[in-house]
C-alpha cells in the first residue's frame, strides 16, 4: 500500500471511530440503540425524501461549475458555443451514471470508463471526458456493475487512479483479485482460514442476536476484503448509511450512489420483469412500485415496525444495513445456482456445513434476508399486499430479472435527470458480447402494471440492435423528446456505451474470479476506449457529441438554437427509430453485426419486435440503406475492384458474400515492407504501464496488416481469447450505430494503433477459466446459465475442504 493509499485508509477509519459510524456492537450484528418515542420509519414513495433534496441542492452547486467547464471545453470548436452560457443561466442539466452487471468484466470496465470521465484521471481531461464524472449527481449499480460503486464510493470516493496506482499482485489492495473469493490467500493458508474463521464468526454472532442469516451474508462478506481491503475484515462494521458523515458526500462533492436489488416473493424461488425493484441509495430502503410504494429510513432497517413504528416505542436497530450485506443483495446469485436443482443444490447444503454450522435460518439460505421486514404493515402499496404482510424480504441480485442495467432508480420523474450514461458489459451472447437485451428489458417493463410509474426511451428490438451494430457503438436514445410524450413523461436522454474490443479483449465470462495486474489493467484501458471512441480516433468530434448529450433536454426545454455541430453529432448517434430484421438485412450469426446508414427522407412510422412483442418505435421519417464496410475497406486497398459491393450499398436484401471474399483478397496482396522491419526490432507492440496516457505504437501499417491478417487465421493459444478481427474504419451513420471499425462474428474490433494518447497498454489476453471459476453467464432472460460440473466440484471442494 503506497503512503497516498495507507493515509486515506487512515483517515476513513479516524472518521468512523470518531463519529461512532460503526455498528453498534463494532461488529457485523446489529444491534439495538435509542430513537425517537414517536419516531416513524416510512414515507409514502410520492417524491424525493427531504434528506436527499437538501443534498442534491448542495451537489448541484459542484456540478454546475464541473458541467459548465467541461462544457466549455467540449464545445470549444464549435462555430458557435454561447448556448453553454445560455443553458446555465436558470439551470443545471442533471447527469446520471448506470454501471451494468457483469461480474468482474463489469467492474472492471466500468472503471475504464468511468476513470475516462474522471478528471482525477491523468490525461483523461486532454484525451478523454474529464470533468463529466464531477458534474454526474447520481451513480447507480446492479449485480457486478455494484462491485464498482461500492468500491469507489465506500472507500472515501477514491477515483480509478488511486486504485490503479496501488494495484499490485498478492497485497490484498483494493481489486487484488489474483486470488479467488474461494481461496482468498492463496498459497497463504493461514490468511484464508482466517478468512473464513472471521466469515463463520460473524454470520454466528449475527444469528444468535435473533436475526436472520444466509448464505447471502457469507457472500457479502467474502468479497469485503477485495473492496473494503483497508477496513478491518473488509469493512464487517461499516454501514451504508455512514456516506451521509462522510465530507465528500456531504459537501456534495460526489454523486449519490443508488443500488438496487429484487424482491423474490414469499413461497416463489426466482424473480421476473413483474418482481418489485428495492432502491438502496445513502437515505433511504425503499420502492416506488407500487407492491411497496414506500421508503424507510436506512439507518434503522433492522428495526421491528408496524406501519412504520417500532414494535417498542424509543428503540431502534442499527447496524443491520452494512455495506457488504447490501452489496451482497445487489450481486447476489446464489439462489439461482440453489434452485437450478440436483448436483447444485447437493452443493449448496455443503456450502452451508462450512458457513451456517448450527445456525437456525428460515430455509431461505440462498437469499439476502432482510428481516424484520421493514414493510410490515404498510399501507401505502397499491396492488398485491404479498410482500408488506411477509415478515421477511427476500433479496436477489438486481439484475437476474433481465434489467441488467440499473436505470430504474435515474429514470424517475422526481429525480428529473436530462442524461443517463449507461454501460452495457452484459453477456448476451456465446461468446459474452452485449446485443442490448437489457435496453429491451427495461423498455417493455413500463408498460407492465409493476412500471407504470417509469418512462424508458423508444428502443429498437435486439435483432435490429444486432444488425445496425448499435451493439458496437456509442448509441443515444430518446434524442427527441416531442417523440416520446405519449410515455408516463419525458424520460432522460441515453447514452449507451456497449463493451466491444479496442486494445483488449473484454469479453471474459462472468465466471472469471481472477486476474493478474496486467489483465486488469488491460480491461480498464479497454474501458477509457469505450468511452472515448478509442481515445477520440475513432470520431474526433466525440468530445463535442457529449457535451451536446448533455445540453440535449435543457435546450429543449428553454427553446435554445441547436448548435450546427450538435445537429451533426444526433445525425451519427441518434437511433431514429429505424428497424432492420431479417426480412431486410441478413444476420450472420447471434454476435455478429451488419452495419446500417440511415437518412431522414420519407415519410414512414417503423414497427419491430421485442422478446416476441410488437410496439411502435419513434414516429420518425426515415428511410433505410445498407452499406457494405468490407466493401469500402477493400476499395481502399485499390487492388480489388467490388461491383457487387457498390451494388449493395444502394439495397437492403443483397448478402455481401462478394465483400468478404474482396476482403479477404485485399489482404492476400496487401504490402508492408515498414512493417516487417518493424516487427524485427519489436517496435509493434508495447506494454507500457506506468501512465494512463502513454503510448509507444510506432508502425501503424504493421498493426494494421497484422490485425486484417487475423480476419483469415485462428488464434490457437489457449490462453488467450480469440482476437479475429477486420482492417478498416468507417465514421457515423444516423441509425445511432457509430462506426469506428468494422468487426467479426465473434464481436471483436481492430486493436487500436493510433498515435494518440492511449492508457496502459498491454498486449496479452485473458487465460481460459480456472477451476476456481463459478461459471455464471447472465442472459436476456430472468435467469442464469451454469456451466462446468466439474469445475463447480473444485470450487465447492475447495471452500469445504472435499478435496
Not at 790 to 803: D, N, R
Request: hydrophobic residues 35%.
Amino acid at each position: 500500500m503506497q503512503l497516498a493509499d495507507f493515509l486515506a485508509a487512515v483517515s476513513l477509519l479516524s472518521y468512523l471511530k470518531t463519529t461512532n459510524a460503526w455498528s453498534p456492537t463494532n461488529s457485523y450484528t446489529p444491534g439495538k440503540v435509542s430513537c425517537d418515542s414517536d419516531i416513524n420509519l416510512i414515507r409514502k414513495a410520492d417524491g424525493l425524501a427531504t434528506e436527499e433534496t437538501e443534498w442534491l441542492a448542495k451537489r448541484e452547486t459542484v456540478t454546475k461549475d464541473a458541467l459548465k467547464k467541461f462544457l466549455d471545453r467540449a464545445t470549444a470548436t464549435f462555430s458557435d458555443n454561447s448556448i453553454v452560457e445560455s443553458i446555465f443561466d436558470s439551470t443545471t442539466p442533471r447527469v446520471g451514471f448506470a454501471s451494468c452487471g457483469g461480474g468482474y468484466r463489469a467492474m472492471i470496465v466500468d472503471a475504464g470508463v468511468v476513470a475516462a470521465m474522471d478528471e482525477r484521471t491523468v490525461g483523461a481531461t486532454e484525451n478523454g471526458l474529464g470533468g463529466l464524472l464531477q458534474g454526474i449527481s447520481y451513480m447507480a449499480g446492479s449485480s457486478g456493475g455494484s462491485f464498482f460503486t461500492t468500491t469507489v464510493t465506500y472507500n472515501n470516493w477514491t477515483s480509478v487512479q488511486d486504485i490503479i496506482d496501488q494495484m499490485k499482485d498478492g497485497d490484498h489492495s483494493i481489486w487484488d483479485l489474483s486470488n479467488s473469493p474461494t481461496n482468498p490467500g492463496g498459497s497463504d493458508t493461514a490468511y484464508t482460514s482466517a478468512v473464513f474463521d472471521n466469515i463463520t464468526e460473524s454470520i454466528k454472532l449475527k444469528n444468535e442476536a435473533g436475526f436472520d442469516v444466509s448464505l447471502a451474508d457469507a457472500w457479502g462478506l467474502a468479497f469485503g476484503y477485495y473492496f473494503l481491503p483497508s477496513l478491518p475484515r473488509g469493512g464487517y462494521s461499516y454501514q451504508w448509511s455512514d456516506i451521509q458523515e462522510v465530507d465528500a458526500f456531504k459537501n456534495g462533492e460526489m454523486p449519490m450512489l443508488i443500488e438496487i436489488a429484487k424482491v423474490e416473493k414469499s413461497g416463489e424461488t426466482s424473480v421476473d420483469l413483474s418482481s418489485t425493484t428495492i432502491e438502496m441509495s445513502a437515505f433511504e430502503f425503499g420502492s416506488w412500485e407500487p407492491t411497496i410504494n414506500s421508503f424507510s429510513n436506512m439507518k434503522y432497517i433492522g428495526t421491528e415496525v408496524d406501519n412504520g413504528s417500532p414494535v417498542n416505542a424509543g428503540e431502534c436497530v442499527a447496524g443491520f444495513d452494512n455495506v457488504n450485506f447490501l452489496t451482497s443483495a445487489s450481486t447476489n446469485v446464489i439462489n439461482t445456482l440453489y434452485n437450478s436443482g440436483g448436483i447444485y443444490s447437493s452443493l449448496i447444503q455443503s456450502f452451508k456445513t462450512k458457513f451456517l454450522p448450527n445456525v437456525t435460518t428460515s430455509g431461505h439460505i440462498d437469499v439476502n434476508i432482510a428481516a424484520p421486514n421493514p414493510f410490515k404493515g404498510t399501507t401505502n402499496y397499491e396492488s398485491d399486499s404479498s410482500i408488506v404482510d411477509n415478515d421477511q424480504l427476500y433479496l436477489v441480485d438486481g439484475g437476474i430479472d433481465g434489467q441488467v442495467i440499473p436505470f430504474t432508480p435515474l429514470m424517475r420523474k422526481e429525480r428529473d435527470l436530462d442524461l443517463v450514461i449507461a454501460t452495457d458489459t452484459t453477456a448476451d451472447t456465446d461468446d459474452v458480447w452485449p446485443f442490448g437485451s437489457a435496453l429491451v428489458a427495461t423498455y417493455e417493463r413500463q408498460f407492465m402494471e409493476i412500471g407504470k410509474t417509469d418512462a424508458f426511451p423508444y428502443v429498437p428490438d435486439t435483432e435490429t440492435i444486432i444488425n445496425l451494430g448499435i451493439n458496437k457503438n456509442p448509441t443515444f436514445f430518446g434524442c427527441d423528446s416531442s417523440n416520446l410524450t405519449d410515455l408516463a413523461y419525458v424520460p432522460p436522454l441515453v447514452v449507451y456505451l456497449p463493451n466491444r474490443a479496442y486494445s483488449y479483449d473484454t469479453n471474459v465470462s462472468t465466471s472469471v474470479l481472477t486476474y493478474t495486474r496486467e489483465q486488469r489493467l488491460g480491461m480498464i484501458q479497454n474501458g477509457f476506449e469505450i468511452a472515448t471512441r478509442n481515445n477520440f480516433t475513432d470520431d474526433p468530434d466525440f468530445l463535442g457529441c457529449m457535451g451536446c448529450a448533455v445540453m440535449r433536454r435543457k435546450q429543449e426545454k428553454l427553446g435554445l438554437e441547436w448548435p450546427s455541430e450538435c445537429a451533426q453529432c444526433f445525425e451519427r448517434y441518434c437511433w431514429n427509430g429505424t428497424i432492420s430484421n431479417s426480412d431486410t438485412v441478413s444476420v450472420p450469426s447471434s454476435s455478429a453485426s451488419i452495419n446500417g446508414t440511415s437518412s431522414i427522407a420519407s415519410t414512414s412510422s417503423a414497427t419491430g419486435s421485442a422478446s416476441g412483442k410488437n410496439f411502435s418505435t419513434i414516429h420518425t421519417e426515415t428511410s433505410t440503406t445498407v452499406t457494405c464496410h468490407e466493401c469500402e475497406e477493400a476499395k481502399a486497398t485499390t487492388t480489388v475492384i467490388c461491383e457487387e459491393c457498390e451494388e449493395a450499398v444502394a439495397t437492403t436484401t443483397i448478402e455481401c458474400e462478394e465483400c468478404e471474399e474482396a476482403q479477404s483478397q485485399a489482404t492476400v496482396t496487401a504490402e508492408c515492407e515498414e512493417c516487417d522491419e518493424a516487427q524485427a526490432n519489436g517496435h509493434h507492440t508495447t506494454t507500457t504501464l506506468t501512465s494512463m496516457t502513454t503510448t509507444t505504437q510506432v508502425c501503424e501499417e504493421c498493426e494494421e496488416t497484422q490485425a486484417s491478417a487475423t480476419a483469415t487465421s485462428t488464434n490457437e493459444s489457449s490462453n488467450d481469447y480469440s482476437n479475429n478481427s477486420s482492417n478498416g474504419s468507417s465514421n457515423g451513420s444516423s441509425n445511432g450505430s457509430s462506426n469506428g471499425s468494422s468487426e467479426n462474428a465473434s464481436g471483436n474490433s481492430v486493436k487500436s494503433t493510433s498515435s494518440s494518447a492511449a492508457i496502459l497498454q498491454v498486449t496479452t489476453g485473458i487465460p481460459s477459466t480456472s477451476a476456481y471459476d463459478v461459471f455464471v453467464n447472465e442472459n436476456s432472460a430472468n435467469n442464469l446459465v451454469f456451466k462446468g460440473v466439474v469445475s463447480l466440484l473444485a470450487i465447492f471442494g475447495t471452500i469445504i475442504e472435499l478435496f
